[in-house]
């Protein structure tokens, strides 16, 4: 869950350039260059290796390429993040990366990742059971964002993990 949940962030500040592009472009020069800056900047925050930033970047984009060649905002946010995640895990599983290595060790709060926890969260365990799935992720956050005010560790430390899960699963009996 976590190497999902490191991916998934990763992930979501290359997906959350999408609405930073102009929604006119197809893939010129200039329509790549405006996709592979903003995703770079965007990224930057999760991912501290300016190499592995670089090369993770145009594996993107080059699979874009391919599968959208009417640009990305051709498919809705969500199929983009399903497409994301699929090509992020393919680069991952290929390149023999341990994720650990290339993420920062700190990441602001951001909304994009509280909701990127919240669905993995929603997804690994509350399919089912949205309502109850909604209780313990605000729990969950909250707990994260008491301990944690400024800054989320990458990955947090299990200790956390499994205190917070038990206190969370704990209100939600109550």
Known sequence: MKKLLLLTIALAGILTCRAQI?????????YEADVYKTCYDEVKVLISDSVFRRDYITYLIKRYKTELPNGIESIPTDSLTRMGNKFGKEYIYAHHIKIADVIAQYIPWTTDIEQILRDVIL???FK????NGNIYC???????????PDKIPLPPPNDVIETVDTQCKAELKH
Do not use: H
């Open 22 to 30: 102009k929604k006119d472009s197809v893939w010129t020069a200039a």
């Open 123 to 125: 997804q690994k365990g």
């Open 128 to 131: 089912t059971d949205p309502v």
């Open 138 to 148: 605000d729990c969950y956050i909250k707990k994260l964002k008491a301990k944690y």
